[in-house]
């Protein structure tokens, strides 16, 4: 499968379940309405976060243009990344893929609302993690997949310098 096949399909169906999944929450929870899954560690929590990660910037006017205006480079620079990679690097364009469909997912939401719902609630006892969302966990993983990639090739014989 094509680099841009493979990148397409990813993106959209990413895309298109991150947009579902916060309608769903938007439509069916308060605000702040919270139910539990596995009671203690995973809840689904109707949140909407105004800033980057943590709530970075929330109260910064700026915001708004900043996050759109980094988005958009994101997306831009991923773009440029996938056509300088080759098809058999199928892990990496994943990879590509899944970051560049959550950015594009939060994209929508600060066009959109100007803040980005999150409802994935993930705690142990009274400690949370910061509630997230569909696009942050494709991010995320996008990021690792991308980092494993590198520190594989990195230890693959053809790319080891030799110290002599």
């Not at 680099?3 to 938007?26: G, N, P, T």
């Not at 109260?59 to 997306?75: E, Q």
Request: hydrophobic letters at 50%; zero cysteines.
């Amino acid at each position: 499968m094509s680099r841009y096949k493979l990148f397409s399909i990813v993106s959209i169906l990413v895309v298109v379940f991150d947009q579902a999944s916060k309608l769903h929450i938007d439509y069916h929870f308060k605000l702040y309405e919270s139910y539990p899954l596995i009671p203690g560690l995973f809840s689904l929590t109707y949140i909407r976060n105004k800033g980057a990660a943590f709530g970075i910037l929330a109260d910064s006017s700026l915001r708004i243009p900043f996050f759109i205006l980094v988005s958009i480079l994101a997306i831009l620079a991923i773009l440029w990344f996938l056509r300088q990679r080759h098809d058999v690097q199928r892990v990496g364009n994943f990879a590509l893929a899944l970051v560049f469909s959550g950015a594009i997912g939060n994209l929508i939401d600060r066009v959109r609302m100007g803040e980005v719902i999150d409802f994935i609630d993930v705690y142990w006892r009274q400690y949370h993690w910061p509630a997230f969302n569909v696009a942050d966990s494709a991010i995320t993983v996008g990021v690792v997949l991308l980092l494993l990639e590198m520190w594989a090739e990195r230890d693959r014989p053809d790319n080891a310098s030799s110290s002599a």
